[in-house]
């Protein structure tokens, strides 16, 4: 099978219709994230207090911009779900291009002949190495955000997502989350803090581009 997907390959390869799937390049305007994390003032004299940190009041601060989905108050007990996965799990629909490749036509005039099944494997295989998942990964805000944790997507880089390899998964998309940010204001015997409104950018879709 291996040998029959590699002889396959240079054959589609050299076609336009597969070129066209594989290559093609699409904007990206998420380039910049995940979020780097921030540099913070480590001063304890800057940070919310208990009381600051009444989660009831808090929460009813943010109203339905709390997503539990994606947003927790203390440290996760499930924790980070790995970005190193031995194998993608495909869900949903394979995409339409896919579905309507056309493997019928071969180099030097040469006709491919492969039966439905050949056909389906060799497409759930393709769809596997072009795939770009949404890794979701707690990350952790520190004490001036609230919620403290949420959870960030990732594009994983550890292989190339395109035959022949060159193209990468990077964002495609991305959401933002209202958090509410600690911020102090003025010279120490004169601080004003309060809680803001703030948005977090996360990646919610990823590609195979340049």
Known sequence: MRVY????LVSLTARIGVSQYLLRVRPSPSDHLPV???KENFNRDGEPSEEDLSAPNLKGKLGDSFDSSRMSIGPPTHGNLSLT????????????????????GGMYGQRLKMNKR??????????????????SVWKDLGVRFWPR????????????CSVPKGMYCKPRRSVSLT???????GSSNFRR??????????????????
């Open 36 to 38: 780097l994390d921030l």
């Open 118 to 135: 050949a056909r389906q494997k060799f497409l759930r295989w393709l769809w596997a190495h072009t795939h770009c998942p949404v890794l």
């Open 193 to 210: 803090c309060s809680w803001i409104y703030v948005q977090y950018p996360i990646i919610s879709q990823c590609e195979c581009s340049c």
């Open 179 to 185: 958090l509410l940010r600690w911020r102090c204001q």
């Open 5 to 8: 997907i590699a002889l396959t």
């Open 149 to 160: 944790y949420i959870k960030e997507g990732r594009c994983t880089r550890k292989h190339s």
């Open 85 to 104: 996965h031995s194998r993608i799990t495909l869900t949903g629909h394979m995409p339409r291009e896919l579905r309507e490749l056309d493997l019928s």
